[in-house]
């Protein structure tokens, strides 16, 4: 069985950075597509990023590119996410994701195991 446990988030003011992290235990990490989305009160699931292999081919949505990035530590079976130059909009519970085959990553149906989520609150 595949567990994800995310932590790092918290409050911070607009133009900060905070960085979360994601930790697989049962498997190991590089089995998988690992991935990270957000979501929104009265919004839905939105796609951030995934990372792909041992190697950590990189995939991200056009609204975060730039600003967030995916990295992941093999050795600590840990997969990161790195939020820079946030924003109000930004606020969300943030999940980690982990699909057997990169296949349709932007969509949460490919992902089979998900952790229970980490709030990030932005302030203005």
């Known amino acids: 069985q595949v567990q994800l446990v995310e932590s790092g988030g918290g409050l911070v003011q607009a133009g900060g950075s905070l960085r979360l992290s994601c930790v697989v235990s049962?498997?190991?990490?590089?089995?998988?597509?690992m991935g990270w989305f957000r979501q929104a009160p009265g919004k839905e699931r939105e796609f951030l990023a995934a990372?792909?292999?041992?190697?950590?081919?990189?995939y991200y949505a056009d609204s975060v590119k730039g600003r967030f990035t995916i990295s992941r530590d093999n050795a600590k079976n840990t997969v990161y996410l790195q939020l820079d130059n946030l924003k109000p909009e930004d606020t969300a519970v943030y999940s980690c994701?982990?699909?057997?085959?990169?296949?349709?990553?932007?969509?949460?149906?490919?992902?089979?195991?998900w952790g229970q989520g980490t709030q990030v609150t932005v302030s203005s």
């Open positions: 994701a982990a699909a057997a085959r990169p296949l349709r990553l932007p969509m949460p149906s490919a992902y089979d195991y």
């Open positions: 049962g498997r190991t990490s590089s089995d998988y597509v």
């Open positions: 990372i792909i292999g041992s190697g950590g081919s990189t």
